[in-house]
């Protein structure tokens, strides 16, 4: 397959066929998205959670989104690679921002980066990055980063202040140059609002029926531990399985039934000899 690029994504979009994106933050998970064949893949600084074990996104640190961000590069040939940028890292000014985003494309190889928020300091941003060469992602609604300002891990646009500000942030991002929108939390009605005022795709994430959709892959996958969120559905239960799995190799060591012989590598039995004269000779 061709690599999926932004001219492609906006056909997709005039078309009206779904644009697909999911998280990945290592090699096996961006191999596993390639071969199942979706249009995008987000290295998503939920990998701070998912992946490095932090509370929250903000602590997750550049030189480890770009680790993940290394590996899944090295993972992809067809699917658009977009980097978030941690918290921290674009705030102080638009020079930073430029640093930050150009770390991503030249030692990660990212297609495009992602950053949250929509006021005037992150339209700011946003133009600076465009301006510099680098395709951008915005993200509008329930944006993690900054989720203590929101009063939490709650829907936006719920009512009229809210759906009004994010219309305004959505437009804004726009007309600052971002190429396509992630909308999280947000109802659907709104989202639709959305659709027929924007000309960039909209991704969604517990937002409705927008362009597209983007899941975190071990939410998806029944990795994640806990309660999902509203939006998340589960496709397997890898989490549950893996567990199963490690706790019956665990027995087997502990009761001696692995490994078989079938799990062994045979030996000419002069070799074996020579091992246990040599030992011998030490011996002496």
Do not use: W
């Amino acid at each position: 397959m061709p690599r999926m690029t932004i001219p492609m994504l906006n056909e997709k979009r005039a078309a009206g066929e779904p644009i697909v994106m999911v998280t990945a933050y290592d090699y096996p998970g961006a191999r596993a998205a390639e071969r199942a064949g979706v249009d995008m893949v987000l290295v998503g600084d939920s990998g701070a959670q998912v992946v490095l074990g932090y509370s929250s996104t903000v602590a997750v640190t550049t030189d480890e989104m770009l680790v993940l961000a290394k590996a899944v590069r090295r993972g992809t040939e067809s699917a658009f690679v977009v980097c978030d940028v941690p918290f921290g890292s674009t705030e102080v000014s638009d020079a930073q921002a430029v640093e930050t985003a150009v770390r991503f494309v030249k030692e990660a190889g990212a297609d495009a980066v992602k950053l949250e928020g929509g006021n005037q300091d992150r339209l700011s941003r946003i133009r600076a990055i465009v301006s510099a060469g680098v395709p951008v992602v915005a993200h509008v609604g329930l944006t993690p980063q900054t989720a203590t300002a929101l009063g939490g891990l709650r829907a936006q646009g719920r009512t009229v202040e809210s759906a009004v500000r994010l219309v305004e942030e959505a437009l804004g991002v726009q007309e600052a140059g971002a190429f396509c929108v992630v909308v999280e939390a947000v109802p659907a009605e709104v989202t639709e609002v959305l659709r027929e005022a924007l000309r960039i795709p909209i991704i969604g994430i517990g937002a409705g029926s927008a362009d597209g959709q983007v899941l975190v892959l071990h939410d998806l996958l029944g990795i994640t531990e806990g309660r999902p969120a509203k939006f998340v559905k589960r496709y397997a239960a890898i989490g549950e399985d893996t567990v199963a799995a490690i706790t019956a190799y665990a027995d087997e060591v502990r009761g001696g039934a692995f490994p078989t012989a079938e799990h062994q590598y045979a030996a000419a039995p002069e070799a074996v000899e020579a091992a246990a004269q040599r030992i011998a000779s030490r011996e002496r």
